[in-house]
């Protein structure tokens, strides 16, 4: 029922930027916590960022913290993930998911999330 649709990945240089969108139908926004996961081929899936419902509080992954931010526009059903400072090793499917209940201790683990969008590709290549 609960939907999500990103978009804004592609190719990008090293040092470059993207923002990526994900956009939540099909329940109440607001009360879910949102994340954004990647996968990168033979890898694992790998935490990225978090926020919980009413985006006061966000939790990142220590390879993306300082370069890259998470938000959320409840007005607008919609979370983003500021990309700065890509590197090659960024690049993998980026995932958002959502889910309810969740709490600081679990938000980095993606069985926790009810629904997952479908991936968009962000390569990082010179």
């Known amino acids: 029922q609960v939907q999500l649709v990103e978009s804004g990945g592609g190719l990008v240089q090293p040092g470059g930027s993207l923002r990526l969108s994900c956009v939540f139908s099909?329940?109440?926004?607001?009360?879910?916590?949102m994340g954004w996961f990647r996968q990168a081929p033979g890898k694992e899936r790998e935490f990225v960022a978090a926020?919980?419902?009413?985006?006061?509080?966000?939790f990142y992954g220590d390879s993306v913290k300082g370069r890259f931010t998470i938000s959320r526009d409840n007005a607008k059903n919609t979370v983003f993930l500021q990309m700065n400072s890509l590197q090659p090793e960024d690049t993998a499917v980026y995932y958002c998911?959502?889910?309810?209940?969740?709490?600081?201790?679990?938000?980095?683990?993606?069985?926790?999330?009810?629904?997952w969008g479908q991936g968009t590709q962000v390569t990082v290549s010179s």
């Open positions: 998911a959502a889910g309810m209940g969740l709490i600081t201790s679990t938000m980095h683990i993606g069985a926790q999330y009810s629904t």
């Open positions: 099909g329940g109440t926004f607001r009360d879910y916590s």
């Open positions: 926020v919980k419902r009413y985006g006061g509080s966000t």
